[in-house]
């Protein structure tokens, strides 16, 4: 009986000295979806936290997620890869906008074959992904590659199993350059796919494409620089082969016009230009127009913040940052559509 | 009255009180039990009503499991739930009635603590960790050698060999099977210990007198009267093996797909409904996981009640004997 | 000797021989995933684990917010949950033995036990989450709570029998009521039968991760805050251990070695509990 006493005392000091501990402190900002911008979103927190000791709590949960959790008001912020079109903006009372640009890499894991040795073109990879093409050495694949060793290896496609923004990007792209894989899979954030293995998050992917031999995956850049991933060059809109780098996201990306786009809702993929990488794409912060969240003008003070100071850990791992007219068009944004119970919270005092 | 009795009777009342709030609050307590069953039901009944109604029986007999279309079916989860938890009891059930055999006949006496203590670890580890044991260990020694050498020498044999045809990928409904057999063999084998313990001396020694070997003794006298008990473990590791997420998630594949192989990737229904269910957008989809929670529910529901009403019957037989 | 009993002889060798190699396999079974744990584990295992919180990817850092986080909600799981377990099989064994109430609340109990803890998740995100519109390490200690009561139930009861009924009988004959009994002469007497039966549902609640991904969701940072997502260790190993970075990897071998050294000890303090002190009758006769 004294014992049960004791440990419930125990308990619940605890839990009060958290709670006390807790209440000196402000409440973390939270976020929650897209994987893609996770890496730079976590540096950005470390950074900003050790500058003003305010945390930003981002959890990457995938762009369903975000979409999910910041409808039902679970979190500040919701982060996508798949822009919200401006008629389901309005439904929600959602405000959207493009905080950071990046690249979607198909990689590989083909023994002897090193990072940037493989060319594909969106044609092949449709076919792969639809359970065409099955083996390394088909003659789709060697046409794209004369002098590479392709062994008789099994393909083993990695797919996302959580609704992302990543697989809209990837998805997109392959409807429109394959008439079958948009009629047989379609474009959307979670897809049902004919063939290959489910994995979660682009974190998933990645792990699971670096330990299945034979297998081919789609992630997001920054995922490919952190951990040195065997990634295949793309043949583009223009029929040039490029390579996966900031030049080539920033050339897919210099000609979107922001301006005209209602709701920021503007895909990158497929661009035209020399130099333009097929798969770009931006990722996308929602927050509600007139929402409750006390937290709603501290989020915007450190997305202020990483607009403008967190650049350089930005570009450090391969992201591109948005051109500067579209940080003014945003900042506008922020001042004439966000409101907390009612009065408008940009700029902040 | 005296001075003495007085506080004695409000002694006498005070106690009474304290019995019918100290009987209350157990009361209460136990019916808390009922009613925590009764909601989480009610829940996931709310929950799950509005992809109930919408495919109807349709939903436990199609696999397409589409996000864009809006169009779920739980016949992939469901074949893959029943199929590794089958494949672990197919495993683990030999593997726990022979280690039960070795601890209580074989072993020496001294060594018979420390193993079984050795054996009841393994159920203390955490399945998080079988998970990532599976998926960073187990999968490449599967994918670079019994995966090919299954595929080799019996993806040919007519008949089993659809089992095993396809590429080796190394996740899948078979390892999901391997990671759930080990994660229920000290479950089973600490219940057929147990058993095999409680037998009678008396009608092991009349067979012993009566010429029996070891080996007979044990398949003709201990397994007959232990069958009630061995059934009824069995079927509670397949309870846990039916629920279990963590381990498989890793491991399974993650594909809404039925492909008849053994080695190709699935899905379970405790798999999906973790990946998924942060991401569900729309209501459809998130009351056809909830939906996918309660057929799970019922199915464990169902498993465990039929073990303990075969329990309780063979208790009963038994006791008559 | 003749050939029917040397058949027999030889079955019998072979039946007892492939008992032992089944006992080899799963002794080696579980050496592998020891060893698996210690060698990858142990590597990272330093005092930055201790003192740092989760990192970003590539950055240096700890597990000391998952840590706490988790010791939080599992203590405060098993305040929760400990209590009306105890309870309920006080009822089960004092006041209701043999009540036709009592046999339906055991087969529900162990329904309960076996229920997937995915769908426990499922139940307090409905009910917590979503009604208090945040993800929060209360909701996560509540479904770790409802996942306790049904463990504590059945070891309780369990030991609640096995004190004998003269104990009460002679408890009565003073003129005790019976919640006076209980707690004066029952509960002390099974004290270490209950107290094993906390630490196995200690035990049991610190390796789950289900349920938590629903409710406490996880924190990147240092959070004591009962009413925001906390972090702890099975969401983090979950998350890290299928990341590519090598540094997150690493810290979720290293936190999972930490669980399982966690359990494990829970798992063996409780066989000497109740090897040691037994019951409560042993130790007056």
Redesign the interface.
Known sequence: MHRIFIMTATVAALALAGAVSGLAMADDISGAGATFPYPVYAKWAEAYKQKTGIGMNYQSIGSGGGIKQIEASTVTFGASDKPLEPADLKQNGLVQWPQIIGGVVPVVNIPGIKPGDLVLDGATVASIYLGEISRWNDPAIKKLNPSLPLPKLDIAPIYRSDGSGTNFLFTNYLSQVSPAFSKTIGANTSVQWPVGIGAKGNEGVANQTAQTSGAIGYVEYAYVKQTNMTYAKLINHDGKTVAPEARTFQAAAANADWERAQGYYLILTNQPGAASWPLTGASFILMHADGKDPNTAPALKFFDWAFKSGQPLAESLDYVPLPANVLKLVEKTWQDSLKVNGSPIWPAK | MSAVTIPYQLQLRR??R??YI??F??????????A??A??LL??L??GWPALRTFRFGFLTTT?????TEQFGALAPLYGTVITSLLAMLLAV??A???A???T???PLWLRSP?S?????????????????G???L??VL??TVQPWLIDTLGDVPGIGKLFRG??????LMTAGFVLA?MV?PFI?SVMREIFLATPRSLKEAAYGLGA????V??DVVLPNARAGAVGGIM?GL??A?????AVT?VV?????ISGSLLA?G?TI?AS?????????GKLY?SSL?AL?LL??VL??VI??AA?LLLLRLEARGAQV | MSSNLRRRRVTAAIALGASGVATLLGLAILAAILWTLFSRGLGGLSWQVFTQTTPAPGSSGGLINAIYGSLVMTLLGLAIGAPIGILAATYLSEYGRGAKLSTVIRFINDVLLSAPSIVIGLFVYTLVVLSMGHFSAIAGAISLGIIVIPVTVRTAEDMLRLIPSSMRQASAGLGAQPWRTITSVVYPAARSGLLTGVLLALARISGETAPLLFTALNNQFWSAKLNQPMANLPVVIFQFATSPYKNWQSLAWTGALLITLFVLVLSILARLISNLFGTGESRIE
Do not use: D
């Open positions: 106690e009474a304290s019995e100290f009987r609050m157990t009361m209460a307590a136990a019916l808390l039990v009922l925590l069953l909601g989480v829940a996931l709310y929950g397409i499991w589409n996000p864009v030999p593997l009635f022979g280690i055999i070795f601890l006949e074989t072993c193993i203590t050795c054996i009841e670890l393994l159920a203390a580890v955490p399945s998080i960790v079988f998970g990532i044991w998926l960073f260990v999968a490449p994918q670079h590429p080796p990928y190394g996740i899948g080990v063999l084998t070997t070891q080996w007979e044990i398949w509670l309870g846990r039916l629920g279990e997420t963590m890793f594949g993650n594909a809404h797909r990737p899905t405790s409904i973790a990946n998924e269910f942060t991401e569900a957008v998130t909830i929670g799970l529910f464990t529901f465990i009640a303990r």
